[in-house]
């Protein structure tokens, strides 16, 4: 009883102590989605075994807006805002599959028991209970007479062909006098092994598994690559790899990034950015020197040549665009380009034009890519040959939508033999009434890779402002070209698939979406995909 | 090819500057999201009135006051009373030598009993504050003393505002004018349409496919996206955990394996090959690990045909293959698979990868210098690393 009592006052106690409460203004977006489908275990004997995905993926997608109510006097005005500003932005995300493709076991031919497939494939760890921060980050604006905004948590940062996240801060500055900001990132690149990370940030290029490290022989050069961690003790967790360890993609990648980039002039935008990500080398994996021999480091220390660090990424980018009147018709053009300095090649790079006149878009473009890896990679070493692309796509936009576009790959090569690939699609989007909407599209292409050819048929209805029911069916007919890379040739088919969907708006701002998939072809049995999502926060499409 | 690659970029980025000196920043459409549609069943000539001397406050006079855009500027009957001797009593009233009162003046078809056709003027969707504004009313309005009935065209455009607030080109001052919501994004859906970019400039237009086709809109300087979306539309869809049906449309599991080849679209931009395809396909029996059934000792179960990767001459069609698209092979292949038979180590077949004349390349030395632990995963010898020796290769 005395213990209540003393509860009670301290229960009051604190209550009277307690500041006021500000309730802020924020925004969120909740989505939970299950999905469950079924991926084919390939077989060369007897039938294709179906593995069973069921998965559940919760987000969270947050905006606190003015914390401290700094901007409420000059919103309350109908003044725009303008001073420091205090916000918040996250987006969290739980992924978790519970189906036999990551739950199931595995039997491997040298080992007597089956194994848990996440322990022989520790990739699938990206799918078993991953709690993941994809961005968080509270971000100071209207600083330095409204000219500087810094951001600091788990930021993007983005060079124009991928992003990535960085936990550390972003900052932008617009100079005075000119009309050019300055950006600048800083802070530790976000990975798997990353609190609340995920690989999908990670540099491309190095496997999260099979990692190894050279064991030093009694003379230099004597010495062999061998599984790490082989002999400790199995604690069999079900939710991660109970046999591998990485330790290099443990390590953290420090990460620093400035930028130039033309401000508040319209029309023509310019930008010039560099980036630098590196990690320092994995020494003694574990305080104790686990073997007999000189255990020094991951990498073949045999003539202490092993580099106390090595750069993952380091890169520069330029882009332009701009945009001329000439007369009912606009003409945009922009060029992108990105130069490795890690390969001392550029290995990204577009260019094109945008021809507007009315509700008609015309646009040839050319895009150069050469693939680059993670500077850990050893992949480095053997993409040698680039491709280059040209396109041209075409749009009407408008009650009936129209788009076709057409292209061509060329693969160079070094002896001067370059394979080609092309194609081209189209469609149009056109209303019937008010409720209903039909869109039929066709795809050809061939070359390189196979030959593809087929369409699709949609149709859209909207009975009432909150239900939208949506039919599809989709034929494909497909003709691979493995090149002689497979031991027999692939088989042509033709694969049809009927997707049912339908979005009920349950009350403002909460919706119900659901989708069955069922495909067909004539080499496996049907398959079936379903999904269903409820949004809480629903924004409807245009 | 190259040079040819290179001077088209060249020529297209020179058009891209050209064409920004020259760019004619004018935007003449009204939007009907921002102003909707208006019905108006007057007869009013802002011409006559204007060269009469009537001056814009005379008849707007909360135009120097207002500080919202829902605010109904339009000159009431009042206001018209002040000039003309209306009568309702007396609809037909003609007073010769006075401004005109009869109701028919500015009521076209009116008709006594029969309800006058009402103005209907929906307030547009933005913060705007005239009371702020000094500028003479024409700088906004445009010139009116040609202009009869003054419509939406009399209203401000986008571009109107730019000429001034320059920063109205940058996202963060979006919603300086427009109307925002909860957490700051703009209010894009309305009883009259939905808020999407109207002009065809660059990162502006929302036309047919977008949501496949924005790569570049989203990547140009200054693009405008995040006024009105939060970056988790970005990331839900490009670092997504469902599968996107409009950009892989139904059985895509299976098909996907001749875009896969051909690298296009290049799926590195949402998907990282050495943890998302290589665990798939391991996982379904493909890869070089797992439940597979493919053995490639055994000639009847390997994957690739005989001589792929031979070490003793013949075909060795992987070599071909992986230069040419190394990603293709990365969705299955982890770096330990090459190095069974590339490393540099004694006792392998010490297969060199690298093409002629490597070791005096630059591409060599930029690697070497940036990070040797690559190299390291292969040489040992201290005699093989670095760029600089002098051993012929």
Same mark, same amino acid.
């Given at each position: 009883?005395?213990?209540?009592?003393?509860?009670?006052?301290?229960?009051?106690?604190?209550?009277?102590?307690?500041?006021?409460?500000?309730?802020?203004?924020?925004?969120?977006?909740?989505?939970?989605?299950?999905?469950?489908?079924?991926?084919?275990?390939?077989?060369?004997?007897?039938?294709?075994?179906?593995?069973?995905?069921?998965?559940?993926?919760?987000?969270?997608?947050?905006?606190?807006?003015?914390?401290?109510?700094?901007?409420?006097?000059?919103?309350?005005?109908?003044?725009?805002?303008?001073?420091?500003?205090?916000?918040?932005?996250?987006?969290?995300?739980?992924?978790?599959?519970?189906?036999?493709?990551?739950?199931?076991?595995?039997?491997?031919?040298?080992?007597?028991?089956?194994?848990?497939?996440?322990?022989?494939?520790?990739?699938?760890?990206?799918?078993?209970?991953?709690?993941?921060?994809?961005?968080?980050?509270?971000?100071?604006?209207?600083?330095?007479?409204?000219?500087?905004?810094?951001?600091?948590?788990?930021?993007?940062?983005?060079?124009?062909?991928?992003?990535?996240?960085?936990?550390?801060?972003?900052?932008?500055?617009?100079?005075?006098?000119?009309?050019?900001?300055?950006?600048?990132?800083?802070?530790?690149?976000?990975?798997?092994?990353?609190?609340?990370?995920?690989?999908?940030?990670?540099?491309?290029?190095?496997?999260?598994?099979?990692?190894?490290?050279?064991?030093?022989?009694?003379?230099?050069?004597?010495?062999?690559?061998?599984?790490?961690?082989?002999?400790?003790?199995?604690?069999?967790?079900?939710?991660?790899?109970?046999?591998?360890?990485?330790?290099?993609?443990?390590?953290?990648?420090?990460?620093?990034?400035?930028?130039?980039?033309?401000?508040?002039?319209?029309?023509?935008?310019?930008?010039?950015?560099?980036?630098?990500?590196?990690?320092?080398?994995?020494?003694?994996?574990?305080?104790?020197?686990?073997?007999?021999?000189?255990?020094?480091? *991951?990498?073949? !220390?045999?003539?202490?040549?092993?580099?106390?660090?090595?750069?993952?990424?380091?890169?520069?980018?330029?882009?332009?665009?701009?945009?001329?009147?000439?007369?009912?018709?606009?003409?945009?053009?922009?060029?992108?380009?990105?130069?490795?300095?890690?390969?001392? =090649?550029?290995?990204?790079?577009?260019?094109?034009?945008?021809?507007?006149?009315?509700?008609?878009?015309?646009?040839?473009?050319?895009?150069?890519?050469?693939?680059?890896?993670?500077?850990?990679?050893?992949?480095?070493?053997?993409?040698?040959?680039?491709?280059?692309?040209?396109?041209?796509?075409?749009?009407?936009?408008?009650?009936?939508? +129209?788009?076709?576009?057409?292209?061509?790959?060329?693969?160079?090569?070094?002896?001067?033999?370059?394979?080609?690939?092309?194609?081209?699609?189209?469609?149009?989007?056109?209303?019937?009434?008010? /409720?209903?909407?039909?869109?039929?599209?066709?795809?050809?292409?061939?070359?390189?890779?196979?030959?593809?050819?087929?369409?699709?048929?949609?149709?859209?209805?909207?009975?009432?402002?909150?239900?939208?029911?949506?039919?599809?069916? +989709?034929?494909?007919?497909?003709?691979?070209?493995?090149?002689?890379?497979?031991?027999?040739?692939?088989?042509?088919?033709?694969?049809?698939?009927?997707? =049912?969907?339908?979005?009920?708006?349950?009350?403002?701002?909460?919706?119900?979406?659901?989708?069955?998939?069922?495909?067909?072809?004539?080499?496996?049995?049907?398959?079936?995909?379903?999904?269903?999502?409820?949004?809480?926060?629903? +924004?409807?499409?245009? | 090819?190259?040079?040819?690659?290179?001077?088209?970029?060249?020529?297209?980025?020179?058009?891209?500057?050209?064409?920004?000196?020259?760019?004619?920043?004018?935007?003449?459409?009204?939007?009907?999201?921002?102003?909707?549609?208006?019905?108006?069943?007057?007869?009013?000539?802002? /011409?006559?009135?204007?060269?009469?001397? @009537?001056?814009?406050?005379?008849?707007?006079? /909360?135009?120097?006051?207002?500080?919202?855009?829902?605010?109904?500027?339009?000159?009431?009957?009042? @206001?018209?009373?002040?000039?003309?001797?209306?009568?309702?009593?007396?609809?037909?009233?003609?007073?010769?030598?006075?401004?005109?009162?009869?109701?028919?003046?500015?009521?076209?078809?009116?008709?006594?009993?029969?309800?006058?056709?009402?103005?209907?003027?929906?307030?547009?969707?933005?913060?705007?504050?005239?009371?702020?504004?000094?500028?003479?009313?024409?700088?906004?309005?445009?010139?009116?003393?040609?202009?009869?009935?003054?419509?939406?065209?009399?209203?401000?455009?986008?571009?109107?505002?730019?000429?001034?607030?320059?920063?109205?080109?940058?996202?963060?001052?979006?919603?300086?004018?427009?109307?925002?919501?909860?957490?700051?994004? =703009?209010?894009?859906?309305?009883?009259?349409?939905?808020?999407?970019?109207?002009?065809?400039? *660059?990162?502006?237009?929302?036309?047919?496919?977008?949501?496949?086709?924005?790569?570049?809109?989203?990547?140009?300087?200054?693009?405008?996206?995040?006024?009105?979306?939060?970056?988790?539309?970005?990331?839900?869809?490009?670092?997504?955990?469902?599968?996107?049906?409009?950009?892989?449309?139904?059985?895509?599991?299976?098909?996907?394996?001749?875009?896969?080849?051909?690298?296009?679209?290049?799926?590195?931009?949402?998907?990282?090959?050495?943890?998302?395809?290589?665990?798939?396909?391991?996982?379904?029996?493909?890869?070089?690990?797992?439940?597979?059934?493919?053995?490639?000792?055994?000639?009847?179960?390997?994957?690739?045909?005989?001589?792929?990767?031979?070490?003793?001459?013949?075909?060795? =069609?992987?070599?071909?293959?992986?230069?040419? !698209?190394?990603?293709?092979?990365?969705?299955?292949?982890?770096?330990?698979?090459?190095?069974?038979?590339?490393?540099?180590?004694?006792?392998?077949?010490?297969?060199?990868?690298?093409?002629?004349?490597?070791?005096?390349?630059?591409?060599?030395?930029?690697?070497?210098?940036? !990070?040797?632990?690559?190299?390291?995963?292969?040489?040992?010898?201290?005699?093989? *690393?670095?760029?600089?020796?002098? /051993?012929?290769?």
């Amino acid at each position: 009883m005395l213990r209540a009592w003393v509860a009670a006052v301290v229960v009051a106690v604190l209550a009277l102590a307690a500041p006021v409460a500000h309730a802020y203004e924020f925004w969120l977006r909740m989505q939970t989605t299950g999905q469950a489908y079924q991926l084919r275990d390939y077989r060369l004997v007897g039938p294709d075994v179906f593995l069973g995905r069921r998965r559940y993926t919760q987000t969270l997608a947050l905006r606190i807006w003015d914390v401290g109510d700094l901007a409420a006097a000059r919103r309350e005005a109908h003044l725009p805002e303008r001073g420091l500003r205090i916000g918040w932005q996250s987006y969290l995300r739980i992924d978790h599959d519970f189906g036999d493709y990551t739950s199931g076991q595995i039997k491997l031919p040298a080992v007597s028991v089956r194994r848990d497939a996440l322990d022989v494939i520790p990739e699938l760890g990206d799918s078993v209970a991953s709690l993941e921060l994809l961005y968080g980050y509270v971000e100071l604006a209207g600083l330095v007479d409204d000219r500087l905004t810094i951001q600091i948590g788990r930021v993007l940062t983005d060079d124009g062909w991928g992003t990535r996240g960085l936990d550390g801060g972003a900052a932008r500055f617009e100079l005075p006098s000119v009309p050019v900001a300055v950006t600048a990132t800083a802070g530790f690149a976000v990975r798997a092994s990353s609190p609340l990370g995920l690989a999908a940030y990670e540099l491309d290029g190095t496997s999260g598994a099979a990692c190894q490290e050279y064991v030093e022989g009694p003379a230099p050069g004597t010495g062999s690559w061998q599984l790490i961690d082989r002999n400790r003790v199995i604690t069999n967790s079900r939710l991660t790899s109970d046999y591998e360890s990485c330790p290099q993609r443990d390590v953290r990648q420090p990460s620093v990034g400035v930028g130039l980039a033309t401000s508040r002039i319209r029309g023509f935008g310019a930008e010039l950015g560099y980036r630098r990500t590196w990690s320092s080398t994995v020494g003694l994996i574990g305080p104790v020197d686990r073997f007999a021999y000189p255990d020094v480091g *991951l990498y073949p !220390n045999d003539a202490g040549q092993a580099p106390s660090s090595g750069v993952d990424e380091e890169r520069l980018w330029a882009r332009v665009h701009g945009e001329l009147r000439a007369g009912a018709a606009t003409i945009a053009p922009y060029a992108d380009v990105r130069y490795s300095l890690l390969h001392a =090649l550029v290995d990204r790079a577009d260019a094109g034009l945008r021809l507007s006149r009315g509700d008609h878009t015309l646009e040839p473009s050319i895009e150069y890519f050469y693939p680059t890896f993670d500077g850990d990679s050893i992949f480095n070493a053997f993409s040698i040959d680039p491709t280059t692309d040209l396109r041209l796509g075409y749009q009407r936009s408008g009650a009936v939508a +129209i788009r076709a576009s057409g292209w061509l790959r060329i693969y160079h090569h070094e002896d001067g033999a370059a394979p080609v690939a092309g194609g081209g699609d189209a469609g149009i989007d056109h209303p019937f009434g008010a /409720a209903w909407r039909a869109q039929v599209d066709a795809l050809w292409d061939a070359g390189y890779g196979g030959r593809r050819i087929g369409g699709s048929a949609q149709l859209r209805w909207r009975p009432a402002p909150e239900l939208a029911v949506q039919g599809r069916v +989709i034929t494909l007919g497909v003709a691979p070209d493995d090149g002689g890379t497979a031991t027999s040739a692939r088989p042509r088919y033709v694969t049809s698939s009927t997707v =049912l969907g339908a979005t009920w708006q349950v009350s403002d701002g909460v919706a119900l979406h659901t989708l069955l998939e069922v495909d067909d072809d004539a080499i496996h049995d049907l398959q079936y995909r379903a999904i269903a999502t409820f949004d809480f926060a629903f +924004i409807p499409e245009p | 090819m190259t040079r040819a690659v290179v001077l088209s970029m060249i020529v297209i980025a020179a058009l891209g500057v050209a064409g920004a000196s020259l760019a004619d920043r004018d935007r003449t459409a009204w939007s009907p999201v921002v102003y909707p549609l208006q019905r108006l069943p007057l007869v009013f000539s802002h /011409a006559k009135h204007l060269a009469r001397g @009537a001056g814009c406050a005379d008849c707007h006079p /909360a135009a120097t006051t207002s500080r919202s855009a829902v605010d109904n500027l339009i000159p009431t009957e009042a @206001a018209c009373r002040a000039c003309h001797a209306i009568d309702r009593a007396q609809p037909a009233l003609v007073v010769l030598g006075a401004p005109p009162v009869a109701c028919r003046t500015c009521h076209p078809g009116y008709a006594p009993g029969v309800p006058v056709a009402q103005v209907y003027l929906p307030p547009p969707p933005l913060k705007f504050d005239h009371s702020a504004h000094r500028a003479p009313c024409a700088t906004c309005h445009g010139d009116l003393r040609a202009v009869d009935l003054a419509t939406t065209e009399q209203l401000p455009t986008m571009a109107t505002c730019l000429a001034c607030h320059r920063d109205g080109g940058d996202e963060r001052h979006c919603a300086d004018c427009h109307v925002a919501k909860r957490g700051g994004l =703009l209010e894009t859906q309305f009883e009259h349409g939905a808020l999407v970019p109207a002009h065809d400039g *660059l990162g502006d237009a929302h036309g047919a496919d977008f949501k496949n086709r924005h790569a570049q809109e989203a990547r140009q300087v200054g693009a405008t996206c995040a006024a009105c979306h939060d970056r988790s539309e970005c990331v839900a869809c490009h670092q997504g955990v469902v599968k996107p049906l409009e950009f892989h449309p139904a059985n895509y599991l299976l098909t996907h394996a001749v875009e896969a080849r051909r690298g296009k679209p290049d799926c590195t931009a949402c998907h990282r090959t050495q943890s998302f395809c290589v665990g798939c396909h391991e996982r379904e029996g493909i890869g070089t690990r797992g439940d597979t059934q493919y053995n490639a000792v055994d000639p009847a179960r390997a994957f690739h045909p005989p001589g792929w990767a031979s070490t003793s001459g013949g075909r060795n =069609l992987h070599a071909g293959e992986a230069r040419r !698209n190394l990603t293709s092979c990365t969705s299955c292949h982890r770096e330990t698979d090459c190095l069974a038979c590339h490393s540099a180590q004694p006792g392998g077949p010490r297969a060199s990868p690298h093409p002629a004349g490597w070791r005096s390349s630059a591409r060599c030395k930029a690697l070497d210098r940036g !990070n040797r632990r690559m190299c390291l995963r292969c040489h040992i010898a201290q005699s093989e *690393l670095g760029c600089d020796w002098s /051993a012929a290769r």
